[in-house]
């Protein structure tokens, strides 16, 4: 047997499995394979409207008024306090007490601030995907990338990290689609039955409902759509894409026109404390430009195109969200965005406030709405492709990376991650979704970024179409940066990623460390780096 690679040779008592690396070239050939073979179609547009079709979503329609106006929760509790707030006062006085809060401080229009700020620290991971989606240009996004750099252990903590982060994101889009079509056709006198377009359970109790039958079949249609290929759907999305940027367009020309420039003093009310938690809150309307590097295997020409189409998706929805927030933060003082319909849809509400024209608050409306397609279409693809990287490697049962025989899709997985997505958007409405989504993708991209340095030492001479410049600078940048909004985020969400990491390692030690490639000896291509590493020839 011979090979350019290190070959593992491991049983099922080595304990260096955890840390063994899938070779580069191994993860190329693999795919490769006719039987697991993903169709190229998807040229560098299609990738750049993918990035922007994930990004540009419920998040920039909703949240931004929220970012501004701040969040006032009912009772001081530990548990909504920032992380970094509760280490300093531990680390002060000792005690949490001086890190109890009741909320969020605003960030008024400084929120614009907030975005370039995030754009800033997601542009310095956006660098790293696309030197790593260069290299391998495989399905699976920072999954593979933690397998090909890190070893099996941190692929397994990264992908199950994709699942939480891409189940709880495609729950949340369905029941905010659900949600904002509702109350949209209850405004043309369409009423739908409260019963079945409802959660069942929401803030901690039953609501009398039956079924949210709308969040269910939208992510139903969506996965027909994936089902039957990816040009197809590449395609459906381009045109939402269109849609929802012309509706932004909208809004910025006809908003900006009603501007009042007193609405933007005092410009940042709560200085740079607000600028801050304004950017943990709306990281979520970032979430999607890694979502185009799970296309890398479906890509013509994924060396070139993939690193384009992340940047210039980033660029575009950076300059959206800035021009958004700065003309609806001069139609409207920033605290009237704190609650009620002006925080559920705060750019349909200030529109209809200052009198616009009817034609102009549809065309926001269709492109909420459109934009919410696209994303949970992206979305629900990203998914479905991490499952099949994952299952290929033998991690997931095998039936995730089934092929389907005509339209080369991963059918099967695309059909899990609609029953995955669609019951519980159809059950429950998670109100904590944002902060859930928040902390699992900032620790993908610390994972991707520091991928990046490691390959860097360990692989100095392997060919790469992109390279992050500025050195290691800008990866370690871009882990502290990511590291910082994460201690933003609240206790409660920290408890709940770490319980939900802890259940993913309880299924890897018990299933997937026992299925996977290395558990049943080393094969050609594979590389494990430690004591027991060997070189075959």
Not at 163 to 178: D, K, P, R
Not at 188 to 194: D, K, N, R, T, V
Not at 507 to 536: A, C, D, N
Request: with cysteine; charged share 10%; aromatic share 12%.
């Amino acid at each position: 047997m011979s090979g350019p690679t290190l070959i593992g040779q491991m049983n099922s008592r080595s304990p260096m499995q955890i840390f063994a690396r899938k070779s580069i070239d191994k993860l190329i050939s693999d795919s490769e394979d006719p039987t697991h073979r993903l169709k190229k179609s998807l040229g560098r547009w299609s990738l750049t409207a993918l990035g922007i079709g994930a990004i540009i979503g419920s998040g920039i329609f909703v949240l931004t008024g929220t970012a501004a106006a701040g969040e006032h929760f009912e009772t001081a509790s530990v548990f909504h306090a920032q992380m970094l707030d509760v280490v300093l006062s531990l680390f002060r006085q000792g005690n949490v007490q001086g890190a109890l809060m009741h909320g969020r401080p605003p960030a008024g229009p400084a929120i614009a601030l907030s975005f370039i700020l995030v754009a800033i620290a997601c542009s310095f991971a956006g660098l790293c995907y696309a030197e790593l989606a260069s290299m391998i240009p495989i399905s699976g996004s920072a999954y593979t990338y933690s397998y090909a750099t890190l070893g099996e252990i941190f692929a397994w903590i990264i992908g199950w990290d994709l699942i939480l982060e891409y189940t709880v994101a495609n729950v949340a889009v369905a029941v905010g689609f659900s949600g904002y079509l509702k109350a949209q056709l209850a405004a043309f006198g369409i009423s739908l039955p409260g019963r079945w377009s409802s959660s069942v359970w929401a803030a901690g109790h039953l609501t009398g409902a039956y079924f949210n039958l709308p969040a269910f079949l939208v992510v139903f249609l969506l996965t027909i759509l994936l089902v039957r290929g990816v040009k197809e759907s590449a395609r459906a999305n381009n045109i939402m894409v269109m849609i929802k940027i012309g509706a932004i367009v909208t809004f910025l020309v006809v908003g900006g026109m009603l501007v009042r420039p007193a609405n933007w003093h005092p410009f940042a009310p709560s200085g740079f404390a607000g600028v801050v938690s304004g950017g943990a809150i709306i990281f979520f309307t970032y979430i999607g430009f890694d979502s185009v590097s799970t296309a890398a295997e479906e890509s013509k020409d994924p060396q070139r195109d993939m690193p384009f189409g992340i940047i210039v998706s980033l660029i575009v929805c950076t300059l959206l969200y800035v021009g958004v927030a700065v003309v609806l933060l001069g139609m409207m003082k920033y605290t009237t965005f704190i609650s009620g319909a002006a925080a559920e849809a705060p750019v349909a509400f200030a529109l209809k406030k200052m009198g616009a024209q009817p034609v102009f608050q549809s065309v926001i409306i269709i492109g909420a709405l459109t934009g919410m397609l696209s994303t949970l279409l992206v979305f629900l693809y990203g998914q479905a492709r991490v499952w099949f990287a994952m299952s290929r490697d033998g991690l997931l049962p095998k039936v995730f990376s089934a092929v389907h025989p005509r339209y080369k899709t991963p059918y099967w997985s695309t059909w899990i991650v609609c029953v995955a997505a669609g019951i519980p958007a159809g059950l429950v409405d998670i109100g904590d979704a944002a902060d859930l989504c928040n902390i699992g993708t900032l620790f993908a991209f610390v994972l991707v970024s520091l991928g990046v340095m490691f390959l860097r030492w360990s692989q100095p001479e392997r060919r790469r179409e992109f390279r992050v410049p500025f050195g290691p600078l800008l990866p370690v940048l871009s882990v502290a940066l990511c590291t910082g909004l994460m201690t933003g985020l609240t206790v409660i969400t920290w408890i709940r990623f770490v319980v939900w990491l802890a259940l993913g390692l309880m299924i890897y030690v018990f299933f997937s460390r026992r299925h996977s490639e290395f558990f049943r000896g080393g094969q050609s291509g594979r590389e494990l780096r430690g004591p027991e590493s060997v070189k075959i020839r």
